[in-house]
């Protein structure tokens, strides 16, 4: 094997382990697109020592850091195919390139659909949020709302409304009795009309605009983005994958190996629910538990 341990995506949960599997003497080579799911937020929230911080800096330093020790090194490229093979994993990148190692994990993040709508991309990560936790009280008693996408949007209302006055904008879907007695024992109003679009200046969000033409106004918009793996190297290795509430989670144990034995998953691809602490903790057990593997397997 050309490496121990070949890490697909260098993003908070990729660099963590990396960094440990470094740390542990240990050739490691992480492989990456450079496109963090969270590289459309200016800022990153909840994450100890670097609240506020923008979080495509918090990256740059790590790699950094990474850089500094003799066994790690970093490609910007993108993984295309990935095989079992005896002894550990070959990994093919975009440009014909094939590399193996005895150790594989997979941190390459999610990618998120968002829903048509007019002003919506643009204020993605800025106004038009799905983390509360990440971005909420920035917008503290401010007028809120929550687009209806799934189920979830229910539970997610409920949650938002501890922040500040709360609108479930439907956007033409309907609820049961049991769902809106659970909005209106948390205050939640909700809103039937079809959106327009939505109106601010740049990335700022001040109104939704309905469809009958009425406006509402608005400091900023939830919503739980459908989300899909963004690189299909899960379902060519045929690990174990679950449906979770947005999208398909990587089943992996305690120490975030999957279902293959030596292939491990972190970050947001193998769990529910997601925040740049939760991908660094898990990045850490899986280049940790990858290293006891390669001393002790």
């Known amino acids: 094997m050309q490496h121990d341990a070949i890490i697909v995506g ?5 660099l963590a382990a990396a960094t440990y599997l470094a740390r542990g003497r240990r050739t490691v080579r ?3 697109t450079g496109k963090p799911r ?8 909840g994450f100890l020592g670097y609240d506020g911080s923008d979080p495509r800096r918090i990256l740059d330093r790590a790699r950094t850091q990474l850089l500094a020790y003799p066994t790690a090194t ?3 490229a993108e993984a295309s195919a990935a095989a079992v093979i005896d002894g550990g994993f070959r990994v093919s990148l975009a440009n014909g390139d094939e590399m193996t190692a005895r150790k594989l994990i997979l941190a390459f993040g999610l990618r998120d659909a968002l829903p048509d709508l007019p002003g919506l991309n643009e204020r993605w990560g800025r106004t038009v949020l799905h983390c509360p936790y990440c971005h909420g009280i920035e917008f503290s008693d401010q007028p ?4 209806y996408r799934m189920p979830l949007s229910v539970h997610q209302a409920s949650l938002i409304a501890e922040w500040g006055p709360t609108t479930l904008y439907l956007n033409g879907a309907e609820l049961s009795s049991e769902e809106t007695a659970m909005l209106a024992s948390r205050g939640v109003a909700i809103e039937a009309a079809p959106i327009a679009s939505l109106i601010g200046d740049e990335a700022d969000l001040a109104e939704i605009e309905l469809a009958d033409g009425r406006r509402r106004a608005i400091a900023a918009l939830y919503i739980a983005p459908e989300s899909s793996f963004s690189c299909p190297l899960a379902a060519q290795l045929g690990v174990e994958v679950e449906a979770g509430p947005i999208g398909p989670v990587i089943r992996t144990d305690a120490e ?5 034995a030596g292939l491990y998953a972190a970050g947001d691809i193998a769990r529910m629910p997601h925040s740049v602490s939760w991908a660094v903790a898990d990045g850490v057990t899986a280049g940790v538990s990858a290293h006891r593997a390669l001393v002790f397997g």
Do not use: I, P, Q, Y
């Not at 969270?38 to 929230?45: G, I, K, L, Q």
């Not at 809120?144 to 687009?147: D, I, N």
């Not at 975030?256 to 293959?260: A, D, E, I, R, Y």
């Open 30 to 32: 992480v492989l990456d």
């Open 144 to 147: 809120l709302g929550v687009l």
């Open 74 to 76: 970093l490609v910007s």
């Open 10 to 14: 260098g993003g908070f949960a990729g």
């Open 38 to 45: 969270n590289r459309f937020a200016a800022e990153s929230h």
């Open 256 to 260: 975030k190996m999957t279902s293959v």
